[in-house]
């Protein structure tokens, strides 16, 4: 079945890897990003992958942009089936050094973001009774990681999210939620961690170096491990999500993630146990 597929932060890394490998499975894809002059990485995957795709502006911290980029979408297919919600950023800071500057952005580009644009579809797909919404999260969604607690809460915020939503819009509208919770992708993300550590004040010398050095040395030397995945690896982990008829409230996309988590997610792998509890527990 063909679908309309709205996806944010699609200037780099997975988010092209998702759009492109959406028009190749024959699905209207509308790829946005928060500044169209970067646009350039993405329109050379499509122009190689031989797709076409419609790229719009869409900020994920600018209610109004949003808005706007699901009125255009809506205008043009009225309808929306799938809302990806692939922007975000990652963040490697103690508590104590990060700026409430700092910890608003991370929490308002990882969380709100995800909030502001699920509200601007949830009402097109509740009338359609039908539609799914992907965000994508993080095994640090599940499990708490050095110097990444900022980043972490917002992705445990993300997952609490879905599930919640899940609990209950699911058996009343038909509209489904999926957590892809990825371990390490191969793209310009880790890259762009690091250079968020300089641009804030690089490594500070105090009692926290030797621990973030150790951190990011560690980090280093896994690159070439099984952590990493490709973005088309996740890529394709998303479109089995979307292809699903009952798809999994949340998915690891490695086998490295489902060992890495497997502490907390054993029990219920696809989170549709919880969500059988939940339902009995408040809404019967």
Same mark, same amino acid.
């Given at each position: 079945?063909?679908?309309?597929?709205?996806?944010?932060?699609?200037?780099?890394?997975?988010?092209?890897?998702?759009?492109?490998?959406?028009?190749?499975?024959?699905?209207?894809?509308?790829?946005?990003?928060?500044?169209?002059?970067?646009?350039?990485?993405?329109?050379?995957?499509?122009?190689?992958?031989?797709?076409?795709?419609?790229?719009?502006?869409?900020?994920?911290?600018?209610?109004?942009?949003?808005?706007?980029?699901?009125?255009?979408?809506?205008?043009?297919?009225?309808?929306?089936?799938?809302?990806?919600?692939?922007?975000?950023?990652?963040? #490697?800071?103690?508590?104590?050094? /990060? =700026? %409430?500057?700092?910890? @608003?952005?991370?929490?308002? $580009?990882?969380?709100? !973001?995800?909030?502001?644009?699920?509200?601007?579809?949830?009402?097109?797909?509740?009338?359609?009774?039908?539609?799914?919404?992907?965000?994508?999260?993080?095994?640090?969604?599940?499990?708490?990681?050095?110097?990444?607690?900022?980043?972490?809460?917002?992705?445990?915020?993300?997952?609490?999210?879905?599930?919640?939503?899940?609990?209950?819009?699911?058996?009343?509208?038909?509209?489904?939620?999926?957590? #892809?919770?990825?371990?390490?992708? /191969? =793209? %310009?993300?880790?890259? @762009?961690?690091?250079?968020? $550590?300089?641009?804030? !004040?690089?490594?500070?010398?105090?009692?926290?170096?030797?621990?973030?050095?150790?951190?990011?040395?560690?980090?280093?030397?896994?690159?070439?491990?099984?952590?990493?995945?490709?973005?088309?690896?996740?890529?394709?982990?998303?479109?089995?999500?979307?292809?699903?008829?009952?798809?999994?409230?949340?998915?690891?996309?490695?086998?490295?993630?489902?060992?890495?988590?497997?502490?907390?997610?054993?029990?219920?792998?696809?989170?549709?146990?919880?969500?059988?509890?939940?339902?009995?527990?408040?809404?019967?």
């Amino acid at each position: 079945m063909q679908h309309v597929i709205l996806i944010t932060g699609t200037s780099t890394g997975l988010g092209i890897r998702i759009a492109v490998q959406a028009a190749q499975a024959g699905h209207i894809v509308y790829a946005t990003m928060r500044n169209l002059g970067k646009r350039d990485a993405l329109d050379a995957a499509a122009a190689e992958a031989g797709v076409t795709l419609n790229v719009l502006q869409l900020d994920v911290q600018d209610t109004d942009s949003v808005t706007a980029a699901v009125a255009h979408v809506m205008q043009a297919e009225n309808r929306i089936d799938v809302m990806i919600n692939n922007a975000g950023a990652g963040f #490697v800071r103690s508590t104590e050094q /990060a =700026s %409430e500057d700092d910890i @608003n952005w991370v929490m308002d $580009v990882n969380f709100n !973001g995800v909030v502001r644009c699920t509200k601007a579809v949830i009402g097109h797909m509740r009338r359609a009774r039908s539609g799914h919404i992907i965000n994508i999260s993080s095994v640090g969604g599940l499990v708490g990681q050095p110097f990444n607690e900022v980043y972490c809460a917002a992705k445990f915020a993300v997952e609490g999210y879905t599930e919640a939503m899940a609990s209950y819009i699911t058996p009343s509208f038909g509209i489904h939620f999926t957590c #892809v919770e990825p371990g390490g992708i /191969a =793209s %310009e993300f880790a890259t @762009n961690v690091l250079q968020h $550590v300089q641009s804030t !004040g690089g490594m500070l010398e105090d009692e926290y170096l030797p621990i973030l050095q150790k951190y990011i040395g560690g980090a280093q030397d896994r690159q070439g491990g099984d952590i990493y995945q490709t973005a088309d690896q996740v890529a394709e982990v998303v479109m089995s999500c979307i292809a699903a008829d009952t798809p999994p409230i949340r998915i690891r996309t490695s086998q490295w993630a489902e060992t890495f988590c497997a502490l907390k997610t054993d029990l219920d792998p696809d989170g549709r146990k919880q969500q059988a509890q939940v339902i009995a527990q408040f809404l019967t």
